[in-house]
C-alpha cells in the first residue's frame, strides 16, 4: 500500500456506515453502534472484520429483511450477575454490545457479571467488546460460535464452529492486553488469501468429506472442505482445538438455550460475554504494576537472531490504531468499490469518507 | 498391563495416602483432601498428576518443610462475587479445594464465583476442581500456572509457565464434559515418555537457547530446552497458545497479586477458579437437553474409516473412572516402589491398597 493509496478517515467512514444503515432502517443509536464497532476492526488492523463485509453482509442483510434493523432484544437477569440475552434476529453489534453492556453493568455492582445471547448474528471482532472491559478496569471475555465449517478429530466433514475466545486485560502505560482467536487451523478469509496468494493450503489446515489433506484453495469452497481444530492432529494436540470449541459452544449456544454450532436450533449466531472487575479482587490494586512487570519480562526475552523484539497479543492493534487514527485507514479496492456502489445506491457523498 | 498386574483399591490407596500426610504434620481433613484429589486422577487415567507425583513431592516436601502442613489459608472476598486466596505456601491440592468451595459458595448466592489463589503449590489435575462444580449443577473453570518451561513466539529460553486451563459441564446422563488441558505442545511427562519409547521429540515441540529444535529427549533436560506453546510456528498459530498462557497468567498471577509465571513474586503456585450456576440463567432449564444432543451430534458425526466414533473431552475420563473403580487403579514399577518405600518409612502396612 504505498502513501498516495486511498484512506478512510475514521470518523467520516463511521458517518457514512451510519447513515446507509439508518437509510434501510436501523435506529440511529444502533447504528452508530455498528459503524463505531466495524471502524475499530480496520483501525486495529482486524481487516477481516470491518468494512469488508458491511456491503454484502450487514447492510444487506438489514435492507432484504434478513437481519430485523429494529429488533426487540429481551434480557433476563436470573441472578445479581447471570443473564440471557434474546437478540431477535438483530444485528450482532447492537445484540453483542447490548450484552456487554449488562455484564458491564452486573459486574460493578457486584464484582462480576456474565451474559448468554442466543438470537443473534455475526457481531464483528471480539476484540472490541473485551476492551469495553479494560477500558473501565474490568478482565473482559467473549465467546462466540461462528459457522460451522470445522470437522472434530478424525472427523470427515464439517461439525462445528469456526469459534471465537476473546480476553482483554488493562496494561496501564502499555496498550491493553487483548487475545482474539479461534481456536481452529483458519478462518475462511485466510483459506481465501492462499488463493489469492497463489499458495496451496498447507498441510494440516482443512480435509475433504474422506478426512484427506485438501491443498487448494479453490478445491476446499468447490467441495465444502472442513477447516481442522488448532493443532490439527492427534499428536500436536487436535483435541485441545477441539475441546475449546466446544467449550464455546456450551458457554454460548447451550447455556443460552440454542444449542450452539453443532445444533442451530434458532439458525442465527450466539455469544457470551464476561466482566471481572479488577478492583473487587482484594490484590486488585497490584494488578497495573503487576501487568506492567510481566510485559517488560516479555519484551526483555531472548528471541531468536534478527527477529527483534517479542510482543503480547493486543500490542500490534494497538499501535496500528493509532497510526491509522491519525493517518487513515488503508482501502483496498473491494473496500472502495463497496462505498462507491453504497454511495449510488442510497445517494450518500464520500466526500468526507477519502483522505489521500 | 496384563489381568495378573498389581492394582490398586481407591479406598485403600485414599487411606494409605491420608495416613502418609497425617505423619508428617497434615490436619486429618487436609489429608483426607489430598489423598481423595490424587487418587481421583488415577482413577480417571490421569497418572501424570495422581500417585506418581506422591512421594517425591507432596509427601516429601511436607515432611522437608519446603511446603506448610498447616498453613493459615487466608480467604479475602472483596465483593459477593470475588475473592483472593492465599494458600500460605500449604499443598495445593488443599488451597485448591478450598478456594474452589468458595467460588462455588458465591455461586450458590449471587449466581456466579471467581477466586484468585496465590501463595500455592502444585494442585493436581484440574478436572477435579472443575467437576466439583458440573457435580453441582454448574459450570465450573480453573487455570493454574505451571513450571515456567516454556518460550515465547521467536524466544530461545524458557519463559513462560507450562500453564493448565480446565473447564466442566455436566451432561444429564452421559460423563461430565471435561476439558482439562496446557496451551503448550507437551507437559515434561510427555517428553520423558518419548525418551521412554527410544523415540526422537517430534519436530515443533522443543527448542534450544538458540531457537533451533531439539528432538533428542535427554539433550532437552540436559540443556534446559523449553516447550513451544500449542500451535508451534507461527503459521500454525504459536500466538494463540501464547495468549492462552499469558491469559492463565493474569487470570491465576497477576490478578491474585503475584505476578504469574514470568514473575513468580512469591516463588510459589497461582491458580483461579470459576463457577457459573447454571440454573442462573433463565434458558439454564434447557442445558441438559441441549448438551445430551450436542453429545449425540458429536457421536454420530462421520469419521475416517477404522477410526471409530468421535469422542468429546471428558468422555474417556469417565469410562476409566467407572473401570478403575471396579477393577483397581494400574500400578507402574515406579508407583510400587514408592509405595514400598513409604510404607517401610512410615510403617504404614499396605494390604488394603494391593488387590490382584
Known sequence: ????ALK???AGLRRFMASALAKVGVPERDAATTAEILVDADLRGIE????LNFYDYYYKKVRDGDIQGRPRIRVSRGSPTTAVVDGDNGLGLVVGHRAMEEALSMAEESGSGWVSVCGSNHCGAGAYYVLMAARRNMLGFHVSTGGSTVAGPGGTGRLVGNNVIAFAAP???HDPFVLDMAPTM???NKIRRFGWEGKPIPPGFAVDRKGEPITDPEEYFRQEGAILPLGSSPLYGIHKGFGLILMVDILAGVLSGDGGSTLRKKGAETHAFGALRIDAFPSG?????????M???IHGAPTVEGSGPMRYPGERMGRVYRERLRDGIPLNEAMIADLRKLSAEQNLPLEDVFIR
Open 1 to 4: 500500500m504505498g502513501g498516495n
Open 8 to 10: 478512510a478517515d475514521a
Open 48 to 51: 477481516s472484520h470491518g468494512l
Open 171 to 173: 496494561a496501564k502505560k
Open 186 to 188: 483458519a478462518i475462511a
Open 285 to 293: 490494586a497490584d494488578f497495573p504494576g503487576l501487568m506492567e512487570e
Open 295 to 297: 510485559i517488560g519480562r
